[in-house]
C-alpha cells in the first residue's frame, strides 16, 4: 500500500495535547495526526517536551487537555490495565539505551511480548525465528544482552519491538547510543521494518541525518509545535 | 487481563537467573530467611522432645493404664490400696500398686564427678510383677512384659525368686550403655545409700507402640519395699480395665465418680494427668523459649524486607521495561508475590533442614533444663512430624510475605522505562520516616502492661499482654529510631569536616537516611533491644540469686542424697542418717528440709518444712513480707491454725497473702494454714508453702530428709569435714557452702544457656542482614559512586564512605537498640517475669558484658560494612 493510500487511514490523532509538570507548561496544545505506515521524527531543543510527548503517546503520562485518539481508541477514557494492554498490542518501543531485559536470551527478550500477549510457544518460536533473521541477530540467539554490543542490542530492542505486529512503534532516540556507522545501520533496519510491516512511527532524535527515514519532521519548540514548511518538504521528498 | 508467563514460567526466566547472577546474596537472603526458621523448629521439636519423653516414659512402663490413685500429698499409704478396692467392688478394674523411686547409675555419677544435675536419673519401679505377669488383657498372645529369668518358670519357681534377694530389670539401652546382661550386677544410688543389684532380665525394646526409655528399670515392688525400707507407703495405684479396649471418656468419668470421696487422702487421676500436667507446668518455660526463638525470625523479617526492597532496586529499570511492554499491576504483583514464594519455600526448607540439624543441639540442652528445672526421668528424641514441617513452611513464607509488602508497593510504583530515566528513585515506605506510629505503639504497649496474665490448663500463667507490649514496643521503636539519623548526620558532617573530608558524601547520605537505611537500623535495633533486654534480666536475675544465696545459704555445710539430681528426684536421707550428722560434736546447729508436692486446686505445688525456729538467729530469709509480731512457729494458733511462710511464687500463683488461710492436703488430712510472711526464693516457680518441719514429720508419720544444712562449730573446717564424712556416709553428697553456690551458679547458666545462643543467632541474622543492606544501598548509588570517582577519589576512599555509612547504621541500630533495651528489660523483670513465675527481682546493669557485646557489634559492623564496601567498590565500578 502506497503511503498516499495509507494517509487515508489515520492510526494516530493527537488534538490539542498539553501537559504540565507543577508550575511549568511543557505540551501547549499540539495537534497532529501519524497515518497508517507513516514514520514521522519529533526535532527540538533539550527540555522542549519530545519524550513527554512520547510518554503521552505510549500512555505512560496523562495529558492534561486534549486527546489522543490511537486506532480509534481515546487514551484518555482508558484505565491503567487497559493502557497496558494496548502497548502489549499495539506500540512498540525502541529506546535509546536498549532496555533489554538482562536475564533473558536474546531469542527470549524477543519472544516475551508475545508470551504477555498469550501466544502459543510454537508460534512464538515461528515468529522469532523470522524476527531474529530479519533482524540479522540469529547467530547471537542464546546470548545475553551483556555480551552483545551496542548496535545487537538495538537490533533486538528493534525486533523485540515488532513482536507482536504493532500498528505504532516509538522510538526515543534510537540511535543516541550508537556510533555513526552502527547508527546508520539500526536506521536503515527500522526503516526497512517499518516499509515491510508498515508501522507507522514516531521517533525522537536530535539527529538530522536520522530524519532521512522519515515522512515528515515535527519540530517542538517552547511546547508548541513550529511551522509546516520543513513538514512540507520532506512530504513531498518522500511522495516524489 | 489473560497472558503473561505462568509461575514456574516466570521463575526461570526471572527469579531463578538474578539468584545465579548474584549468588552470594541470594544466598544470604535464604540463609537469613533459613536460620529463622531453623531456631523457631529447633525450639519446638526440643520442647515437645523435652515433654513427650514422659509421655513415653509412662506409656512404656505402665502399659495403657485407665488411670491411677495418687496421693494429695507425700505418699499413698498402703490402706489406700484396700480403700481403692472396696471402692471399686465388683468392678472389671484391676488396682495395680506401684512404688516408684529413682536411682543415679555409680558410673553416670563417676562420670560427672558427682556435680549436680548432670547424672541422668533413673526411674526404679516396684510392681507386683507376678500379678502383672497374668494380668495384661490388651497384650497381643504371647507377650510378656518382662523377659529374662522369669520368663516361662514355673509360678512358684518365679515367686520364690521374688523373694530372694531384690533384683532389677534394666532397658536394652541401658544394658548395652553400661555394658551389662543379666546375670550381671549393677551399681545404683537409691536414695541416700549404695546398692549392688542383680539385672534379672532386659526389658521389651518395644511395647504399647512406645520404645521403652533407656531410664526405666523396674523391680518386684516387695523387693523394692525392702530395699528402700519402707512398707507402708506406695507411690500410687495404677487402674487396668479388664475389657478388650480401652476405658472410655466415659467410663473414666465414672471411674471417677465411683472413686471419689471426702476425707480421702488419694484422688483418681485420668490416664493423661501426669503427661498433661508435665506439659502445662513446662508451658511457660517452653512458650517464654518459642517467643525467643522468634526473635531471630522478626529480625529476619525487616531485614528480609529490606533486601527484598533492594531486589527492587536492582530490578527497578526491569520493572520499567516490563511496564512498557504492557505488563500490568496485577502482572508485576503476581511476579512479585511468585518470587517471595520461591523465595519462602527455599528459603524454609533450608531451615526445616539447618532446623533438624540445630534441633539435635539444643534438645540437650532444652531436655537437660527441664530435667532440672522441673522434673527428672526423660529421655530425649527429636521426632519430625508433617506439622513441624509445614509449620517451619508456614513461618518461612509467611515470614517473606510479610517482609515483601513494602517491595511490592515500591515495585508497583516503579514506572515504565521512559519515566524511570529521568532520574527517580525508588519511594520507600514514607511511613517510617514519621515517629507518631511510633509513639502510639509504644503508648499502648504500656497500657497492655496493665493486662492480667493468661491462666493455663494447670496453673501456668502466660504473660500475654507483657509479650504484646514486647513486640508493640520492638515494631514502635522501628519508626523512632529513624530519627537519630539526622542528628547523628549533622554530628558526623563536623567531625569529618574537620578530621577526614573525603568521607563527607557517606555522611551527607546518613543524613538524608531512605528507607533502607531505617529497614537496616529496624533489623539491628530489634536485635539489639532483645539481647539488651535479655541481658538486663538474666543479670538482674543473676544478681538476685547472689544476694538471695548469700542470704539464705549461710551455713557450713549442704547435704544431701548423692542421687539427687533434680527437685522431682526421690533420694532422701534417712531419719537415722540425718540425726547422726545433726548430733555430731562439730555440729551448733541443724535445719532439716523436706519437701513434698501437694495438690493444691488441682495443680501441682510443694509443701516444705524446714526448722524454722533458726528463723533470723541462723537462717535469713529474704523476706518479701515480714511476718507482723512474734511468731511461735511450733505451735497452732488460738485459731487452731499452723503458721506458714509462702514464697513469692506461691502467694501469686493462689492470690494469697499474709493472714490469708489455706486447706493444705496432708496423709492426716486438710490442715488449716496461715500464711504469716513472705519470702523471696529462686528455686522454683511452682510455688512452695513453708512449715516448721515438726508439723510437716508430723502429717507425713516419716522424718526423711530432702536435705540437710548444718552450721559448724567455729573454727572447723568445713571441706575436712565433708571429705571425712564422705567416707563414712557414702550416699550422700556434702558441699560446702561455696560449692553450693557454684553448684546452684552452674544450674543458672545452664537455664540461660539457651537464651544466650539465642540471642548471638539474632545479632548474627542482624549482622548478615547488614551486610545485605549495604549491597542495596550501595547499588542504588552507583551513579553517585562513579562521580565520587571521577571527582578523584580512590576505591580505598570510595569504600571508607560505604563503610561510614554501614557504621552510622550500627550506631543507630545498636544505640536505639540499647535505649529500648532498659525499657524491655523492665517489661521482662518487673510485668513478664513478675506474671510468669511471681519473682521479684533487683535492678543490676551488666555494664561490662552490656559494653563488650556493644563494641564488639559496633566492630562488627564497621568490618562488615568495610567489607562490603570494597567487593562492592571493586565490582560496580569496575
Known sequence: MSLQNQKSQTLLDVRGLRKIFGETVVLRGLDFTVAKGERIALMGPSGSGKSTVLNCLGGIEKPDQGEILLSGNNLATLSADELAGLRRRTIGTVFQFFHLLPTLTVKENIGFPMELAGWSQEKIRERVGELLEEVQIGHRAGAYPETLSGGEQQRVAVARALAVGPPLLLADEPTGNLDRKTGDAVLNLMEQLSEKHAVAMVMVTHDERSTRICHRILRLEDGVLAGPPEEERKEEETAG | MKGGPGLVRQWTLFTLRHWRRTPWQTLLLLFILALGVATYLSIRLANRAAVESFGDFAVAVRGQVDGSIEPLSGNLPLEALREVRQKLGPKAVHAIPILETT??????????????????????????????????????????????????????????????????????????????????????LIRDQHHDLRIAG?????????????????????????????????????????????????????LAGVLSGDDLAWVYRPPEFRENETASMTAAFRLNLTILSLIALLTGIFLISQALDAVVVRRRLEIGILRSLGMTDGDLRKMWLGEILLLGLVGSALGVLLGGLLAQLTVGAVGQTINTLYQGGGTYRVQWTGADILSGFLLGVGASLVAGLIPLRDALRTPAAQVLMQGNKAPGLALLRRPWPGLLMVGVGYLLTFFPPLVLDGGARFPAGGYLTAFLWLIGGTFLIGTLFPPLGRW????????????????????????????????????????????????????????????????????????????????FISSERWRSLANRPEVVAADPFRSVRIQIEGTTTFLTSSDLTLLDEWQTPLWIERPRGEVDWLKRTPEGLVPAISNEAFAERFRVGVGDVLEVPSQEGQQSVVIKGIQAEYGNEQGALLVDRRWLSQWLGEEN???????????????????????????????????????????FRQTFGITHALKFIALLVALLGLALTLVAIFREAVQELKILRNLGLTSGEIASNAAIEGTGITIVGLSGGLLFSFGLGWLLIEVINKQSFGWTLLWAVPVGEIALFSAGLLLAGMVVSLGTGLVLVRKLLK
Open chain 2, 492 to 571: 558526623g558532617r563536623d567531625l569529618v569536616t574537620r578530621w577526614k573530608p573525603v568521607l563527607r558524601p557517606g555522611v551527607s547520605r546518613l543524613h538524608r537516611a531512605t528507607t533502607r537505611h531505617r529497614l537496616a537500623a529496624a533489623g539491628l535495633f530489634i536485635a539489639v533491644s532483645m539481647a539488651g533486654g535479655m541481658t538486663l534480666l538474666v543479670g538482674s536475675f543473676e544478681h538476685t540469686v547472689e544476694r538471695w544465696l548469700e542470704h539464705r545459704f549461710r551455713a557450713d555445710l549442704y547435704i544431701n542424697a548423692l542421687g539427687a539430681q533434680g527437685p522431682e528426684s526421690d533420694h
Open chain 2, 202 to 254: 532386659i526389658l521389651p525394646e518395644q511395647r504399647a507402640e512406645v520404645s521403652a526409655p533407656e531410664n526405666v528399670m523396674v523391680m518386684d515392688i516387695s523387693g523394692l519395699m525392702r530395699l528402700l525400707g519402707q512398707k507402708e507407703f506406695l507411690s500410687r495405684i495404677d487402674l487396668v480395665w479388664q475389657g478388650a479396649e480401652h476405658l472410655t471418656l466415659q467410663g473414666q468419668e465414672r
Open chain 2, 705 to 747: 530428709l530432702t536435705n540437710l544444712t548444718l552450721f559448724l562449730r567455729e573454727g572447723e573446717d568445713p571441706e575436712l569435714l565433708a571429705e571425712k564424712w564422705s567416707g563414712e556416709f557414702p550416699g550422700l553428697a556434702f558441699r560446702s557452702n561455696e560449692a553450693l553456690r557454684e553448684t546452684a551458679k552452674g544450674i
Open chain 2, 103 to 188: 536411682a543415679v547409675a555409680q558410673r553416670d555419677l563417676d562420670a560427672v564427678e558427682g556435680q549436680f544435675g548432670r547424672a541422668p536419673t533413673m526411674r526404679l519401679l516396684g510392681l507386683d510383677l507376678l500379678g502383672i505377669q497374668n494380668l495384661n488383657p490388651r497384650a497381643p498372645d504371647g507377650e510378656r512384659i518382662l523377659s529374662g529369668p522369669g520368663e516361662g518358670e514355673e509360678e512358684g519357681v518365679f515367686r520364690e525368686r521374688l523373694r530372694g534377694a531384690p533384683e532389677v530389670f534394666i532397658s536394652g539401652a541401658l544394658a548395652r550403655r553400661l555394658d551389662k546382661n543379666p546375670g550381671s550386677e549393677i551399681s545404683l
